[in-house]
């Protein structure tokens, strides 16, 4: 199970730190994920740790956004700056057992609950 949190209501330029817990699931043993949906959009994949350790991050969000992985805290945070109201959107953590990462969420195989990231001034 998976559980995120940390998003909110953020000014343009401003930052946030997302959350992603894992219960009866070592992290370690997964790569994990960062996708979002905005509205009316589909769900794209934003952010990626592999078991090594290795990160990717989309273009859209490339020097802006970094993820991050405890795998002793079971945990993995993305790590948000210089928002744009194009960030808004409902942001999603998901763990897959391949080593690459990949963006196909049919990939991935759990999922957490969404938090919902708005920026606006």
């Known amino acids: 199970q998976l559980q995120a949190s940390g998003g909110g209501l953020v000014q343009p330029g401003g930052s946030l730190r997302l959350s992603c817990v894992a219960s009866?699931?070592?992290?370690?043993?997964?790569?994990v994920a960062w996708f979002r949906q905005a509205p009316g959009k589909k769900r794209e994949w934003i952010s990626c740790?592999?078991?090594?350790?290795?990160?990717y991050h989309a273009n859209s969000v490339k020097g802006r956004f970094a993820i991050s992985r405890d795998n002793a805290k079971s945990t993995v945070h993305l790590q948000m700056s210089g928002l744009k109201p194009e960030d808004t959107a409902v942001y999603f953590c998901?763990?897959?057992?391949?080593?690459?990462?990949?963006?196909?969420?049919?990939?991935?195989?759990?999922w957490g609950q969404g938090t919902q990231v708005t920026v606006s001034s």
């Open positions: 998901a763990t897959s057992s391949l080593e690459l990462c990949v963006v196909e969420e049919d990939m991935y195989n759990y």
């Open positions: 009866g699931l070592g992290l370690d043993y997964y790569s």
């Open positions: 740790s592999r078991k090594s350790g290795e990160t």
